[in-house]
């Protein structure tokens, strides 16, 4: 059995003795340095090991800047901090540096050498993928390098994103990427439970705590023990309810309604809202608190309609799921793909997901336009207010020219891309409205690719999300609106 090499940086030798006598046994082979110099130089002139225990207060270095100096050269080699004045704020700030955890001294037996087996067992999955999360775009990108990041500690972390998106998905990426993977992963959804049936989802009840209540009932917390409890639509949750989440994060321990007894719970917290917190937290709708705790380590899920790169992904991602689900090996039109990346998905993935396993179902054999809703084969188009009294649409020369002038400077080149891009998006727009909506026979009206069209829709889609006329974006909701719609 292949031996874990563990280096540990700390100037008090008793340390390294314990680590020793609390993972002998167990394949782990023990290095101590006392200084920060040292550990340089092992990890930089010799291999480097499988873990480093890297203590906070250093001899030569603070242990905060030893972090920052060491993680690059050790890149993929978790770090775990360790000290004996440990706080939350640290924690959170080491990790944030690089950090893959936190570990308080003096070190408990089982719970060490169980926290140590993790981090082994984590860095051995770090590689492996995002429980079938699909995405290439520059966007998702940075969300899976912040779910590998922030899944090998044990800090609470906040998904946010539209309805959609996959914050579950995700939460269960987390999860399987963390030291907790062999424990359970429990979710729990807010928006589908009245406040009394949540605070007896999350902390269970006893027998005869409320009417109705014949029996006891182990609530999400226990079940959740050794793992990670998800707990989805987290803005929904009552005062009462927040108090008492708040609560049981902080000590650790919860009772069951109707019960007196305290029940400790070693459970990891993935939260996920639908909306940015912060928005109820100034109507005193969530408390600041719990925000807090919640907060932490925050990752953005982005909208569908923010990473256009990914829809074709998806498409072809759906439509082989489902192909090979129901027998039915289906490709897709030119045309009916068009439609798809035109739409701006409200709904995000999951719309996406339903609309393509509802053609493949329709279709005999090729998925074409007719086969989509009719919310997304006909949409309609109107022209930007601002191009009634010019044939170039939203272009007002004389308004630049004055703006140029009490500047002081016109940039020229820029203003020309700013009015070809506009005449680009104008052309498209009324030969589209022309052509009732026949992707393929524009694209062949204007001699241009398929694919050259497909990704000009999308680049003025994002281009108008980003920059909407008269402070407006284009209506994400609504079936009859095509996206170039104002």
């Known amino acids: 059995m292949k031996m874990h090499r563990i280096?540990?940086?700390?100037?008090?030798?008793d340390v390294g003795k314990i680590v020793s006598r609390l993972l002998a046994g167990d394949n782990y082979e023990i290095e101590q340095v006392t200084t920060g110099k040292e550990a340089m130089k092992r990890v930089l002139e010799e291999s480097l090991p499988d873990i480093i225990l890297l203590d906070i207060n250093l001899p030569d270095i603070d242990g905060m800047d030893m972090l920052r100096d060491m993680k690059d050269a050790v890149r993929g080699t978790p770090i775990v901090m360790m000290t004996a004045y440990g706080s939350i704020e640290t924690a959170v700030r080491s990790i944030k540096m690089g950090a893959m955890d936190f570990v308080q001294k003096p070190f408990n037996h089982y719970d060490f050498k169980r926290f140590i087996n993790g981090v082994i067992s984590a860095r051995n999955i770090a590689g492996n993928d995002h429980c079938g999360i699909v995405g290439s775009s520059p966007q998702m990108k940075k969300v899976f390098r912040l779910v590998d990041k922030f899944a090998l500690s044990d800090i609470t972390i906040l998904l946010q994103g539209e309805s959609g998106t996959g914050k579950e998905l995700f939460a269960r990426a987390i999860h399987q990427k963390s030291k907790r993977r062999s424990g359970p992963f429990v979710p729990l959804d807010c928006a589908a439970l009245s406040e009394t049936l949540i605070e007896s989802e999350l902390f269970g009840h006893e027998k005869g705590a409320f009417t109705g209540a014949t029996e006891r009932k182990i609530g999400k917390f226990e079940r959740a023990h050794g793992g990670t409890l998800f707990i989805d639509e987290v803005e929904n949750l009552s005062s009462s309810n927040q108090a008492k989440l708040l609560r049981a994060v902080e000590e650790k321990q919860i009772e069951r309604v109707g019960g007196t007894k305290a029940i400790k719970v070693d459970v990891r917290i993935v939260a996920a809202s639908n909306i940015p917190l912060t928005e109820i937290i100034n109507n005193g709708v969530f408390r600041k608190d719990l925000f807090y705790r919640f907060s932490q380590m925050t990752i953005a899920i982005p909208s569908l309609r923010d990473r256009v790169k990914d829809v074709d992904v998806l498409i072809r991602h759906f439509l082989a799921?489902?192909?090979?689900?129901?027998?039915?090996?289906?490709?897709?039109?030119?045309?009916?793909?068009?439609?798809?990346?035109?739409?701006?998905?409200?709904?995000?993935?999951?719309?996406?997901?339903?609309?393509?396993?509802?053609?493949?179902?329709?279709?005999?054999?090729?998925?074409?336009?007719?086969?989509?809703?009719?919310?997304?084969?006909?949409?309609?188009?109107?022209?930007?207010?601002?191009?009634?009294?010019?044939?170039?649409?939203?272009?007002?020369?004389?308004?630049?020219?004055?703006?140029?002038?009490?500047?002081?400077?016109?940039?020229?080149?820029?203003?020309?891309?700013?009015?070809?891009?506009?005449?680009?998006?104008?052309?498209?727009?009324?030969?589209?409205?022309?052509?009732n909506l026949n992707m393929v026979r524009v694209s062949r009206f204007l001699n241009i690719d398929p694919k050259t069209l497909r990704t000009k829709i999308g680049q003025i889609r994002s281009a108008r999300n980003r920059n909407p006329i008269g402070g407006k974006h284009f209506p994400e909701r609504g079936g009859a609106s095509f996206p170039f719609q104002e």
Request: glycine share 6%; proline share 4%.
């Open 7 to 13: 280096l540990l940086v700390d100037d008090e030798k």
């Open 321 to 435: 799921a489902y192909s090979e689900e129901f027998g039915n090996a289906a490709n897709i039109s030119e045309e009916a793909l068009l439609l798809l990346n035109a739409y701006p998905w409200p709904g995000n993935v999951r719309e996406l997901e339903n609309v393509v396993k509802s053609a493949v179902i329709l279709a005999d054999g090729d998925i074409l336009a007719k086969h989509l809703p009719e919310y997304i084969r006909k949409g309609s188009f109107s022209l930007p207010e601002d191009a009634e009294d010019c044939h170039f649409p939203g272009i007002k020369v004389e308004e630049e020219i004055e703006k140029g002038l009490l500047e002081g400077s016109l940039d020229l080149k820029a203003l020309i891309k700013k009015w070809s891009d506009r005449l680009e998006e104008t052309v498209i727009r009324n030969v589209m409205e022309r052509s």
